[in-house]
């Protein structure tokens, strides 16, 4: 087999056999952008722990871009700890990450934003959600892991089906 190589001894590269440009990633900042603790009855603290709440808690990723290669993702968390007499606490939090990302293919663009920069940033939110409760007096909300691929699948399948609703006809 011949192979051909320019006047320094250097293959002859032809366009097709080039590899397009590596992905770079950068986390630019975390921060939190919105941050509530809400804990409306405080004195039944003094009355010892009480009853198992019943938790409740809500997850959605959003994300925006804000620059031409800058790009925002936000994980918005919810919870809310209630028993028979009422809210025991709620907390909200959104918390983001600003990422500069090139060289990413535009229809890998949304499932990255949505899985893998919330994967990187919900190990921060996690302990501020555990440092917040704690300090509001309860003992640390400690999540578990969150499966951001599955959410993604969901969100798509639900874009989907409210699509296919609103073109039937009635």
Same mark, same amino acid.
């Given at each position: 087999?011949? /192979? /051909?190589?320019?006047? %320094? ?7 097709g056999?080039? +590899?397009?440009p590596?992905? =770079?990633?950068?986390? &630019?900042?975390?921060?939190?952008k919105?941050?509530s ?10 009355d010892? @722990?009480?009853?198992? @709440? ?19 993702? +936000?994980?918005?968390?919810? &919870?809310? &700890? ?11 939090l959104?918390? +983001? ?9 535009k229809?890998?663009?949304?499932p990255?934003?949505?899985? %893998?920069?919330?994967?990187?940033? #919900?190990? #921060? ?7 917040? /409760?704690?300090e509001?007096? #309860? @003992?640390?909300?400690m999540l578990?892991p ?6 993604f699948v969901q ?6 089906? =409210? ?5 039937? &006809?009635s």
């Amino acid at each position: 087999m011949a /192979s /051909s190589t320019n006047g %320094n001894g250097e293959p002859i590269s032809n366009g097709g056999d080039q +590899a397009p440009p590596p992905l =770079q990633v950068q986390v &630019a900042a975390q921060y939190i952008k919105d941050l509530s603790f809400e804990n409306p009855h405080v004195g039944r603290l003094l009355d010892g @722990p009480g009853e198992s @709440p019943n938790l409740k808690l809500e997850v959605n990723v959003e994300a925006q871009k804000m620059d031409d290669e800058l790009f925002e993702s +936000a994980i918005d968390f919810k &919870a809310h &700890a209630s028993n028979q007499e009422g809210t025991i606490y709620q907390i909200e939090l959104v918390y +983001a990450g600003l990422f500069r990302v090139k060289n990413i293919p535009k229809e890998a663009l949304e499932p990255f934003l949505l899985i %893998n920069c919330p994967t990187l940033i #919900f190990p #921060f939110l996690r302990r501020l959600v555990a440092d917040i /409760s704690r300090e509001g007096g #309860f @003992p640390p909300l400690m999540l578990d892991p969150i499966d951001f691929a599955s959410l993604f699948v969901q969100r798509q399948k639900a874009v989907a089906e =409210q699509g296919a609703g609103t073109g039937k &006809a009635s």
